[in-house]
């Protein structure tokens, strides 16, 4: 009966595990925020998926997007971080792999502003959900490019407040394991 029981289980977990991959992608990129015109902020997300099947996958995602502006008198910086958990549907299982998902998570908006050797730090956390669409072209089982653009819908969470969107533009390198 042991012997059944632990080939039962053995099997079942090698099953489990060949189908499950984990990976992480880098992309460099761009947050275009709706309020704000003529403003780029350029940056970074980070990003750990775990495969749960063939074609659904979650992760953890980090961001850091910075805008600066000033001269040597006045000099103003904006962070804009998103932490979330990702949930993604690839389409195609091949090489190439289109695909749909959500974030949802918290964006740390951060200011600084530099005045004559003093500086002054102000940040906020707001509630964030981001449906994102994207492709991914794995050049080897290891190694691949990515591309996605993320809606980001920032709830301020006060009456007197906007809620604020912005679009990200990331491309970069995904490394699976």
Sequence with gaps: ?????????????????????????????????????????????????????????????????????????????VNIIPISASFEYKILSDAFRPYAGINVGLNRTSAVIKFGGESERDGENYFSFAPVVGAEYMISDNFGINLNAKYHYILSGDDNIDNATAIAVNFGVVLAF
């Design 1 to 77: 009966m042991k012997k059944l029981f632990f080939t039962t289980l053995t099997a079942l977990l090698f099953t489990f595990t060949g189908n499950t991959q984990i990976s992480a992608t880098l992309n460099g990129g761009t947050l275009f925020l709706s309020d704000l015109d003529d403003e780029v902020f350029i940056g970074f997300n980070l990003e750990g998926k775990y495969d749960i099947n063939e074609n659904m996958r979650a992760g953890l995602a980090f961001g850091l997007y910075n805008y600066s502006d000033g001269d040597d008198d006045i000099k103003v910086g």
